[in-house]
C-alpha cells in the first residue's frame, strides 16, 4: 500500500510529524515555486529579522515568499484552472485591526516577505514557552502586514490560529483546520474546513496585492510524504493519541477494516 488508507488527513502520522513536517514544507515550496511569479521565490525555513520599536529578534517561518527588489512582475498572470476551497469568512471585532507598521526584512538577502505559511506542529500548540512564542510570531506577521498561511494538520494541543476560537462557526469546527489572514483585509479572516473524512482541500494563497491568488494542493503533497516517508508500515491497530470521538473513531475503524479487506 503506497496511500494511506484515509481520503485525507492520516490521523496515524501525526506520531511521527517530525519527519511528515519537514518533507512537507519542502514539497509546499516546490509547488509554491512553480507557480509564482518571476520575482517571487518561496523559501524554506529562513530566518526574518523583525525590528520593532524597541527590540529585535528573529522568527522563523515555515515557508514564505519574499519579494525581489528588481521590478519584474509579468504582465498578463493568469489563474490556476484547479478548483480551489471556499472559505469561511469571518469578520473580527475592530478591537483586532492593527495600526502600527512593523517591516519585516530578510537580512540574508534584502528581500521583503509577502506572505508567511505555517504548517502546525504540537510545539505551537500545546502550552510552554515554544506556544508563546508562536503567538508573538503570529501577532507581528499580522502587524507587520504580512500575509499569513497557517494549516493546521494535528489534533493535540489548544486552538491557536490567528482568529479567536470563539468566532469560529459551528459548521468549521473540524478535527483539522485552515487559516487565512490577508494583510490587505485586516478585519476578516478566511476559514477553510478540513474534515477527517474528506481529501485536504486546494487553498489559495494570498501574495502581493498586484498578484492573482495562487492555488497551493494540499492532498498531493500529503500523498507524497506518505510515499516517500514509506509509511504503509503504519500499525493502525495503534490507539490514536489524542483519541478520536466516537463517531470518528466507528468510522476509522470502519474505514481500516474495508482497507484490509481490500488489500
Known sequence: MTKSPFPGMDPYL????????????????????????GDLQARVEEGLMVDAEDYSRRVYPDVHVAERPEPSFPAGLTQSNVAVAEPCVVALPSELRTERHIEIIDRNSGNRVVTAIE???????????????YLRKQREYIDGGVNLVEIDLIRQGTFVVAIPEI??????????????????????AELIRVPLQE??????????????????????????????????????????TPSLDSSHQTWTDQLIVSSKASS
Open 14 to 37: 501525526e506520531q511521527f510529524w517530525g519527519d511528515v513536517h519537514s518533507r512537507f514544507v519542502v514539497y509546499m515550496a516546490d509547488q509554491i515555486n512553480d507557480q509564482l511569479p
Open 119 to 133: 504548517l502546525l506542529s504540537p510545539a505551537n500548540k500545546c502550552k510552554g514557552p515554544a506556544r508563546e512564542a
Open 167 to 188: 468566532l469560529v462557526p459551528r459548521h468549521c469546527r473540524t478535527p483539522y483546520i485552515i487559516c487565512i489572514r490577508r494583510a490587505n483585509r485586516q478585519s476578516e
Open 199 to 240: 481529501a485536504l482541500p486546494n487553498i489559495a494563497i494570498p501574495l502581493r496585492t498586484t498578484d492573482a491568488d495562487i492555488v497551493l494542493q494540499l492532498q498531493p503533497l500529503l500523498d507524497e510524504c506518505y510515499r516517500r516517508g514509506r509509511y504503509a508500515s503504519l500499525d493502525y491497530t495503534r490507539p490514536l
